[in-house]
């Protein structure tokens, strides 16, 4: 349980500055104060001491949030994403790691396609399933149901204090809109918006478990269950009322709207995480038909900002274009298309995707010897922390990161300083692998 001396520690001016320093001084966007990164560099140390000392009396407050709209595709409304100013963001920060600290051990926080290795690997053992999808999630998580479950770990009134005000913030499209304090919901795009979400459903997730006679899986708002057809209607239901009762509301399966579904192995096939499980006798997993054409679309933007650039660096399209097969390994973080989706088994489609990257050289006239899609699975599957053909940028050496930076970004670097050539580099590499995770938002 947090106490004041952890709390003074997470939140000192020397911690605020190392998250600063590791996490957020190349994040792109600016808050509703329009205070973007190279303003903010500035001013940082005299913003991350104001901040380190209201935090520690107890009167930090957060600045209303940016709205933000991500479209979810045609025909549905779009995601609502706060974006807090890049003070906040520190502190946002902060209060994660604190509380990925407390709930260590309570929380399975795994990634998408760890689910999906359990979930083949569970899948001849039952020939039905239950897909369910929660409605409005984070618009309808109820703070009285997560402030209790917080307070099972966490007694420190400031600490309690600083995530009730974080998530009653506004968020707003123009600084002259409501000030008011929300009571209902989590912002999503917070860095602690994930962490509070699995906390609020830590409990229910428990129980559900503790069957023994189908397999749940949960990735925030989707739930797949395996299960026997016979028991299939049966659990949906139980599901619906379990979750009405910390009041979030599941799609009725039987309402037609597609959100949920009742299936059986033999007939049906489903999407879930971005993969698509199909044929089902032989239990086909792939990637479902949009985040494909998600690809396609991210691969033939780099050869029209080609086209249309006034410097043509051949250069940077062949990086940016392999970048965007291989994906990276940055900040210990495996980051690409082909990461997320690793567990697939549609070889076909990584030939696919190859022939398609050799269609767009000749459609833009390019003479390029691009990596491959059927090789970057191949060194995922088989030398995932051995390869030299996946770019681990944590471990490039200044001389490399030089290179780069000539070579590519037509940089030069002789009168610039180690740190000024540090900076720079994780600067370039930051942007382009931010763009790797845009390839696979919106999988559910």
């Known amino acids: 349980m947090p106490s004041e001396i952890e709390f003074r520690n997470y939140f000192s001016e020397k911690s605020l500055h190392k998250v600063y320093d590791e996490h957020i001084q190349f994040s792109a966007s600016s808050g509703i104060d329009n205070i973007n990164q190279k303003s903010f560099k500035k001013i940082a140390d005299q913003q991350i001491l104001i901040a380190s000392k209201k935090i520690l009396n107890g009167s930090y407050n ?46 399975s926080l795994e990634l998408p396609q760890n689910i999906i290795k359990k979930i083949k690997a569970e899948k001849t053992k039952y020939n039905a399933f239950v897909k369910l999808d929660i409605r409005d999630f ?15 770990k966490i007694r420190h009134k400031k600490t309690l204090e600083l995530i009730n005000k974080a998530i009653q913030t506004y968020t707003v499209v123009s600084k002259s809109e409501n000030n008011d304090k ?78 949920s579904i009742i299936g059986s192995f033999k007939n049906d096939g489903f999407n879930y995480l971005g993969y698509s499980f199909k044929n089902l006798g032989n239990y086909s997993v792939s990637v479902r038909e949009e985040s494909i054409a998600k690809i396609k679309n991210s691969l033939a933007s780099i050869f029209t900002s080609y086209k249309y650039s006034k410097n043509k660096n051949q250069d940077f399209l062949e990086w940016r274009l392999n970048l965007r097969i291989t994906g990276c390994i940055l900040e210990n973080k495996c980051k690409g298309w082909l990461f997320f989706f690793a567990e697939i088994d549609d070889k076909s489609l990584l030939h696919e995707l190859d022939a398609y990257v050799k269609h767009l050289q000749e459609r833009f006239d390019v ?3 691009p990596k491959k899609f059927m090789r970057t699975f191949h060194e995922i599957q088989y030398h995932k922390y ?38 720079r580099f994780k600067k370039y590499v930051t942007r382009e692998s931010r763009e790797l995770l845009e390839d696979i938002l919106n999988f559910s």
């Open 386 to 423: 051995r390869t030299n053909y996946i770019p681990n940028f944590d471990k490039y050496t200044l001389k490399n990161k030089q290179e780069v930076l000539e070579n590519v970004f037509h940089q030069n670097v002789n009168k610039l300083s180690t740190g000024d050539i540090e900076y």
């Open 62 to 107: 957060f600045s209303n949030y940016r709205l933000k709209l991500v479209s979810k595709g045609r025909g549905k409304f779009p995601r609502e994403i706060s974006i807090p100013t890049i003070r906040d963001r520190i502190v946002l920060r902060a209060l994660c790691d604190l509380l990925s600290q407390t709930f260590r051990g309570d929380l």
């Open 138 to 152: 984070y618009p309808t998580i109820s703070h009285d149901h997560l402030l209790s479950r917080l307070r099972y």
């Open 182 to 259: 929300i009571s209902l919901g989590v912002p999503q795009g917070l860095s602690i918006s994930n962490i509070l979400a699995a906390i609020y459903l830590q409990k229910i997730d428990k129980e559900i478990c503790k069957n023994k006679n189908f397999q749940y899986f949960r990735y925030v708002d989707d739930i797949l269950i395996l299960c026997e057809s016979q028991d299939s209607n049966q659990l949906a239901n139980k599901l619906i009322v379990d979750f009405s009762k910390i009041d979030l509301k599941i799609h009725d399966p039987e309402n037609g709207s597609g959100k």
């Open 367 to 369: 003479d390029l010897s």
